[in-house]
C-alpha cells in the first residue's frame, strides 16, 4: 500500500500544485469489537491520523462543551447524536489536519448519510475510503468485553447491560448498512474479532497490505 502514497506535480495556470495521494481506513465493527485497541496498533504501523468520533465526543463531554452537553444526551442512552452534530465534528477535525498522510476513522460513519458525507468530504481533498475493515465479534462476546471494559473505562455507557445492547441493536440496524455500501464499491473486508490483539492485528495488516 505504501506504493500508493505518492504525489503527482502538476502545472495548472503556471503554478505548481502537488496533489498527495492519501489512504484512508474505516475501521469497523461493533462496539467493543476492539477497533479503539486496533487503531492505536495501526496508527504507529501505518501513520495515519486516528480520528475516533467516540474520543471526540468524551472528549466535549469531560470539558462540558455546548457539543459535549448535546451529545451527552443520546450517548448516555446508548443512541446515535445526531448527524448534522457529529458530520460537523468529523469534518473540523480533517479540516484541521490538511498534512496528514490519511486517516483512519474509528466510529465513522455510523449510518448510510454519514457514508456519503464521509466520501464527500474526502473527495474535496482528493481522497477516498480506501478499505472498510470490520472486526467480527457476535453480541454475547460484546456484551461481556463491554462490561469488563466499564470496570475501568469510566464510561456510563459501559456500565449497563441495558444500555450496551440498545448499542448493539443500533449498530445492527443503523450501522450494519454501511458495511454493504462499501461493499458495493468492493472497499468492505471482514475480519475474525476474536483471539489476540496481535493476531488480530496481523489479520489486518494482511488486508491492509493488499489495498
Ligand atoms: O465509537 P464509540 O463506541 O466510542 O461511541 C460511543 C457513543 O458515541 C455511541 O454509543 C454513540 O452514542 C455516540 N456516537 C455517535 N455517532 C458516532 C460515533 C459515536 O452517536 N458516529
Ligand atoms: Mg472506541
Redesign the pocket.
Known amino acids: 500500500m505504501f506504493f500508493r502514497t505518492f504525489a503527482v506535480v502538476l502545472i495548472v495556470n503556471r503554478k505548481i500544485k502537488v496533489l498527495i495521494y492519501m489512504i484512508n481506513l474505516v475501521l469497523f465493527g461493533p462496539?467493543g469489537s476492539g477497533?479503539?485497541t486496533q487503531a492505536e496498533k495501526l496508527v504507529e504501523a501505518y501513520d495515519l491520523l486516528h480520528i475516533?468520533t467516540?474520543?471526540l465526543f468524551r472528549f466535549n463531554m469531560k470539558n462540558d462543551t455546548p457539543l459535549g452537553q448535546e451529545a451527552k444526551r443520546y450517548i448516555t442512552k446508548g443512541e446515535l447524536v445526531p448527524d448534522s452534530v457529529t458530520i460537523n465534528m468529523l469534518k473540523a477535525r480533517v479540516e484541521e489536519t490538511p498534512d496528514v498522510k490519511g486517516y483512519i476513522f474509528?466510529?465513522f460513519p455510523r449510518n448510510i448519510n454519514q457514508s456519503e458525507h464521509l466520501d464527500k468530504i474526502l473527495a474535496e481533498r482528493g481522497g477516498q475510503v480506501d478499505g472498510l475493515l470490520m472486526l467480527d465479534v457476535e453480541e454475547k462476546e460484546i456484551v461481556a468485553r463491554i462490561l469488563n471494559r466499564g470496570k475501568t473505562s469510566g464510561r456510563a455507557d459501559d456500565n449497563d447491560e441495558e444500555i450496551i445492547r440498545n448499542r448493539f441493536q443500533v449498530y445492527q440496524n443503523e450501522t450494519s448498512p454501511v458495511f454493504d455500501y462499501y461493499d458495493k464499491q468492493e472497499k468492505s473486508h471482514k475480519i475474525d474479532g476474536i483471539g489476540s490483539i496481535d493476531d488480530i492485528f496481523a489479520r489486518l495488516s494482511d488486508v491492509i497490505d493488499s489495498l
Do not use: V
Open positions: 462496539p477497533k479503539g475516533s467516540g474520543d474509528d466510529g
